[in-house]
């Protein structure tokens, strides 16, 4: 297809992020990934993919392949988030949170402008939280990296714009993947209905609802919407 985009999903496993390439893959995009858990050029899932390395050499070698260009770039990095209060922090359970949700995530919205700047477009979507909008106790280490990446987007947004490129973030809380609110959990007779009680909306989001708002900011008409972070959170914030 002539017009067929091209489009970046880090950490392909994570998250929403294999039904989000897939989705986008379905709109006839060339989707291409990249995980830490994958070394090595090739495929996974039915997903095109780069082996993991720097954020700037994985930009490079997606670009490399789609000739060039490079459309939109999804950049989702995900991890489990135990609950650890306050006063336990330190700085060895703390810095892999920014170093992996907030530094590398920057790094990988930087090497995407590189590669955008020239042609003039270009959709940067951060995969984020609206935990740090809402607030969660107990969970200081992951809220104020999410927080440092929806900071960021409006400042980002400003800085590209002039060069045709949008930044916007989807916060997301309360969706039904096994990173963050795995089945079990939902179906303990306890645990269960007590995490249903605290969305509004008395159900838990599907990714598949995830996918279609990264759809809508990556490929859809909307590249006037820039240096947005929009909850996804079922009401709860």
Not at 141 to 161: D, F, K
Request: proline share 6%; net charge negative.
């Amino acid at each position: 297809m002539a017009d067929a985009k091209n489009v970046l999903v880090t950490e392909l496993t994570g998250f929403a992020n294999p039904v989000i390439a897939r989705r986008l893959a379905a709109t006839g995009a060339r989707v291409i990934g990249c995980d830490p858990s994958i070394s090595e050029d090739g495929a996974h899932d039915g997903v095109e993919v780069v082996g993991w390395a720097r954020p700037a050499d994985i930009v490079d070698r997606a670009a490399n392949q789609f000739g060039g260009k490079l459309d939109a770039i999804i950049i989702s990095s995900a991890m489990p988030a135990p609950r650890i209060r306050v006063e336990d922090l330190t700085e060895e359970n703390l810095m892999p949170y920014f170093q992996r949700l907030a530094a590398e995530s920057l790094l990988f919205a930087g090497a995407a402008v590189r590669t955008m700047r020239p042609n003039k477009s270009g959709r940067i979507v951060f995969g984020s939280s609206s935990g740090p909008i809402g607030g969660i106790p107990g969970f200081a280490a992951y809220a104020s990296s999410r927080a440092a990446i929806n900071g960021v987007v409006r400042t980002l947004a400003l800085e590209v714009a002039g060069d045709g490129i949008s930044v916007n973030a989807v916060a997301a809380n309360f969706i039904q993947t096994e990173t963050y609110y795995p089945r079990a959990l939902l179906e303990d007779p306890v645990k269960g209905p007590k995490l249903l009680a605290r969305v509004p909306m008395g159900r838990l989001g599907e990714a598949e609802e995830v996918a279609a708002l990264v759809e809508l900011l990556a490929l859809g008409q909307s590249g006037f919407v820039s240096g947005q972070v929009i909850p996804i959170s079922g009401a709860w914030c």
